[in-house]
């Protein structure tokens, strides 16, 4: 799909990209666990997908809850790659849902 297909909710089959690691190797309260923590939280934020090689920017998107407001009244790198659709969390088999 283009992203500007799926953002908008109009091709229903993408999917989301998480993040774990071991708990045992980055420990509750670690810089470890923070640094990760930080990179997980940021990484999919528009401003984020914008630095990314134009090449790999079509096909990443970001969630509706990594901004504020209404999807018609974003500007910018949040119009750019916010996404006006999501799933319920923590399930991809899912059907998308407009939520913005």
């Not at 640094?35 to 790999?56: C, E, W, Y």
């Not at 969630?63 to 504020?68: A, D, E, I, L, Q």
């Given at each position: 799909p283009t992203r500007n297909e799926a953002k908008a909710g109009n091709y229903g089959v993408v999917y989301e990209s998480t993040m774990q690691w071991n708990t045992e190797r980055a420990t509750p309260g670690s810089d470890l666990e923070?640094?990760?923590?930080?990179?997980?939280?940021?990484?999919?934020?528009?401003?984020?997908?914008?630095?990314?090689?134009?090449?790999?920017q079509q096909g990443v998107m970001a969630?509706?809850?990594?901004?504020?407001g209404g999807y018609v009244d974003q500007v910018g790198d949040v119009a750019a790659f916010g996404s006006r659709v999501s799933r319920l969390a923590a399930n991809s088999c899912a059907p998308l849902r407009v939520t913005k």
């Open positions: 923070a640094f990760l923590a930080a990179i997980r939280s940021n990484a999919g934020r528009s401003a984020a997908l914008a630095k990314l090689d134009v090449d790999t969630s509706p809850s990594s901004y504020t």
